[in-house]
């Protein structure tokens, strides 16, 4: 079967501190693979694609960073934190047009 | 500036009523419209979509109504249930660039009361 993994599921760092998250998808080769984040009380922003290993497309001017190794594996990164990171952050593979996008389970970030 | 917009952001409805989300988007070349259900601390999870040649898909209990020249598309949920009580994130589909993106807007939060 098809599941997406995201792991942690919450995170506090301080500020100025590196980040790493990663997402890893099971029973799929060459997936489309995506990053969003919703910050508090807004909708979900897309931050990072990647349509194969090596290949990554940011979608907003950030402190973040997005990389893919391996084909079923995308990495979220930054090397210092701010305030303004906090949010939760989402992978997501897309399976087909008509059913968008598969999501993982999400990481609650906190900066402090 | 937000291509897919959901101006409501909650809704309160008496349960076995109906429910009735709006969205509205800006962008004509949107394919495929899509709306996602979120619990807190999940990630969303695909309830129903309609491609952009259609005006309406019925799923069960939810119907997706899609008007092409107003730009706008409404989740109508009947009869509501206390289960229903989620965001719903409405979200179209971007080929721009040769990728498919999602866009979404920014949710309506949903309450379904007894």
């Known amino acids: 079967s098809q599941t997406i993994h995201q792991w942690p599921a919450t995170l506090v760092q301080p500020v100025g501190s590196p980040l790493s998250l990663e997402c890893t998808v099971e029973g799929t080769s060459n997936p489309n693979l995506y990053w969003y984040r919703q910050a508090a009380g807004r909708g979900l922003q897309l931050l990072f694609y990647?349509?194969?290993?090596?290949?990554i497309s940011s979608e907003v001017p950030q402190n973040l960073s997005a990389s893919r190794p391996q084909d079923r594996q995308f990495i979220l990164s930054s090397k210092k934190l701010l305030l303004s990171d906090s949010g939760f952050y989402l992978c997501a593979w897309r399976i087909q047009v008509l059913y968008g996008y598969t999501f993982g389970s999400g990481t609650r970030l906190t900066v402090v | 500036d937000q291509q897919v917009k959901q101006n409501s952001p909650s809704l309160s409805v008496q349960e076995g009523r109906i429910s009735i989300l709006n969205c509205d988007y800006t962008?004509?070349?949107?394919?495929?419209f899509l709306w996602y259900k979120k619990y807190p601390a999940e990630g969303p999870t695909f309830l129903i979509s309609?491609?952009?040649?259609?005006d309406k898909n019925e799923d069960g209990r939810f119907t997706v109504f899609l008007n092409k020249s107003a730009k706008h598309l409404s989740l109508h949920i009947v009869p509501s249930q206390p289960g229903d009580s989620a965001v719903y994130f409405c979200a179209a589909t971007d080929f721009s660039g040769g990728y498919n993106k999602l866009i979404f807007g920014a949710g309506t939060r949903l309450a379904v009361h007894p």
């Open positions: 309609i491609s952009s040649i259609k």
């Open positions: 990647s349509v194969g290993i090596g290949q």
């Open positions: 962008n004509s070349m949107f394919d495929y």
